[in-house]
């Protein structure tokens, strides 16, 4: 039973225009810098925007799933943190755990995550380049794991998603 996970175009399109207001923000910025704090608001705001624009343009013309689960193994495509395919074999184990992050005004917001743990030597990790490879270590860092999925971008729990890589891939090891 392969898994795929596509994220919406309606959402890929939002988060487009979303980017395109924040290169028009940080233009308007430019345009009118009388300090110091314009101009880096302005530069920000155009390269972050500028992002945001290439990596959801990209996104609706060339959609495709964000995470497939299959015979061989994941495939990860949600972010630019993203591996891309590791086999089964070079999964050492996955671990369901809780994010804590503290949001406007106090609130704390808790995000449920699949880490997966790649074993060492991994050569879809070590293949991957090396912008993604730091982004890994960075996300190791500060997530509990180099590579996480978000319960919120799936259409069903974290629980279902291990249920169907055990399917695919018995000898899974799940941490708790």
């Known amino acids: 039973m392969i898994t795929e996970i596509f994220t919406p175009r309606l959402r890929l399109l939002r988060f487009l225009v979303v980017s395109a207001v924040f290169i028009a923000g940080g233009v308007g910025l430019l345009s009118d810098a009388a300090d110091l704090r314009q101009r880096v608001g302005g530069v920000l705001g155009v390269a972050l925007g500028g992002v945001g624009v290439l990596l959801f343009g990209v996104r609706l013309l060339f959609w495709g799933p964000v995470l497939r689960v299959d015979l061989v193994g994941?495939?990860?495509?949600?972010?630019?943190?993203?591996?891309?395919?590791?086999?089964?074999?070079?999964?050492?184990?996955?671990?369901?755990?809780?994010?804590?992050?503290?949001?406007?005004?106090?609130?704390?917001?808790?995000?449920?995550?699949?880490?997966?743990?790649?074993?060492?030597?991994?050569?879809?990790?070590?293949?991957?380049?090396?912008?993604?490879?730091?982004?890994?270590r960075l996300n190791g860092r500060f997530a509990d794991a180099p590579i996480n999925i978000a319960e919120s971008t799936l259409p069903f729990t974290l629980e279902e998603l291990v249920d169907r890589m055990r399917q695919l891939c018995p000898t899974l090891q799940v941490r708790h």
């Open 74 to 136: 994941i495939t990860d495509r949600a972010s630019l943190a993203s591996p891309g395919q590791i086999r089964w074999d070079e999964i050492d184990n996955v671990k369901i755990y809780t994010v804590t992050v503290r949001g406007t005004h106090g609130r704390t917001i808790k995000r449920r995550m699949l880490g997966v743990y790649p074993r060492a030597g991994s050569t879809s990790v070590g293949s991957a380049g090396p912008v993604r490879r730091l982004l890994m």
